[in-house]
């Protein structure tokens, strides 16, 4: 198959990257280095196997041309900072919205039919039972990010049922693991890293999630993309439990050795503007497909921190 993956050169685009290689496709990235980095996919670039676009997706003009010849679009592009929607407001319109409408029309010009769409738990909102199935709605998310996977959502709906496309959207958990470049574990090491008797956590750290491996991600996006057929195939992907972010601190400071840390919290039931302190999809559907996870979410967390303080520590 000949892919192309928006965001190929991110922390889950690169994995995802790697996977399509392992199985012999033919890989296009489009990246414009904006929160990539070259080095996560150079090894496969320079073998030939990847052939990457240093492209902006806000300009249709310059994309177009990526397009001609692909089977399947992965887009995983999006604003890896969600806090810097509530300061610069128009950031995740233009990096998410805008940007996967471009994708879609670059898609249908060149004759694309099929793709597979990185959404997010928090499209849900902060109401949502838990754990939160793919039928709950009407879906009311309460942060910009959340606002425009939503209206990406929407979009390629729309496109589906105009033009006849085959989707799937993937709703995920907070995804961590190897080659992470945010996130609360990322940023509890760099904190240890300044100061390593003393960490501040945001919020009470009473906020609960659930967190799924990287590679775990990826394996149910390809498992889920080959075991199903639907025009439109919506699934949460995540993991079967919980992780406080108090829990996360602890796991944080057990592994950088920072023992005399001691944790001082900001107050509040969230961390920012527009955070949900409680979030658990429901992956039943996932799981009766046939997929099983390998971590649960302290595994997932306490892997994660071992990778990034190999990664941080190193630099």
Partial sequence: MRALVT????????????????RGDEVIVVDNLSSGRLEFIQ???????????NLDLKDIESIKGSFIGVEMVFHLAANADIRLGTRITDTDLKEGTIVTYNVLE?????GVSKIAFSS???????????????????CLPISLYGASKQGGEGLIGAWVGTFGFQAWVFRFANIIGE????????DFIHKLKKDPN????LGNGLQEKSYMEV?????????VIENTNE???????GSNDTCSVRNIAAIVIRETGCAEATIEYTGGDRGWAGDIPKAMLSINRLVNLGFGVNYDSEEAVAHTARVLISEIMGE
Wanted: proline content about 5%.
């Fill in 7 to 22: 965001g190929g050169a991110g922390f889950i685009g690169s994995h995802l990257v790697d996977r399509l290689v392992d």
């Fill in 43 to 53: 090894n496969h670039i320079d073998s030939g196997k990847v052939d990457f676009h």
């Fill in 106 to 110: 670059a898609m249908r010009l060149a």
């Fill in 120 to 138: 997010s738990s928090v499209v849900y909102g902060e109401d949502a039972p838990m754990p939160t199935p793919e039928e709950h709605g009407p």
């Fill in 179 to 186: 080659r992470g470049t945010h996130g609360v574990i990322f």
């Fill in 198 to 201: 003393r960490l501040e956590v």
């Fill in 215 to 223: 590679g775990d991600c990826v394996d149910a996006i390809l498992f």
């Fill in 231 to 237: 025009q439109m195939n919506l699934y949460n992907l």
